[in-house]
């Protein structure tokens, strides 16, 4: 039996499967609060928040935050983007009303006016162009 597993690496299928590993993050490249952080940020907002709660060890957060490192410089001319990990402050499952890991929160004016458990690839640029309209390449280039 033990032959059946000559030649295969393990290792480079589970770093393939990085969702997989409860050990491994993977980074949204945005800002990470703590409660205190969110209030102030909401607080002080001139333009849309987007508020990403996630679980760090999460397969459907770590999909959100691949999709998050490469969509989010198309829109940060229109609003600022934040995470926040969800185990670490826990008591905000209820705060927030969140019944499900990951979500994203838009706030605008200081108030929640949508959210979204979008984390595939194809799921999150439709929910971003509603929020905000169609990317701006020049954008995501300023922000290169």
Not at 91 to 107: A, G, N, Q, V
Request: charged share 30%.
């Amino acid at each position: 039996m033990a032959d059946t597993f000559e030649g295969i690496d393990l290792k480079a299928i589970l770093d393939e499967h990085a969702d997989c590993d409860y050990t491994k993050r993977v980074p949204s490249g945005l800002e990470n609060l703590d409660p205190d952080g969110i209030r102030k940020v909401i607080a002080e907002a001139e333009r849309p928040v987007v508020l990403k709660f996630g679980k760090d060890f999460c397969g459907w957060t770590k999909k959100l935050n691949r999709v998050l490192q490469e969509i989010v410089p198309y829109y940060q001319d229109r609003a600022d983007f934040y995470e926040v990990n969800l185990p670490t402050y826990p008591h905000l499952f209820d705060e927030w009303s969140i019944s499900t890991s990951p979500m994203m929160i838009l706030i605008k004016d200081g108030k929640e006016v949508d959210r979204s458990d979008a984390a595939e690839a194809f799921e999150v640029p439709p929910v971003f162009e509603a929020w905000f309209g169609k990317p701006n390449a020049k954008a995501a280039e300023a922000n290169a």
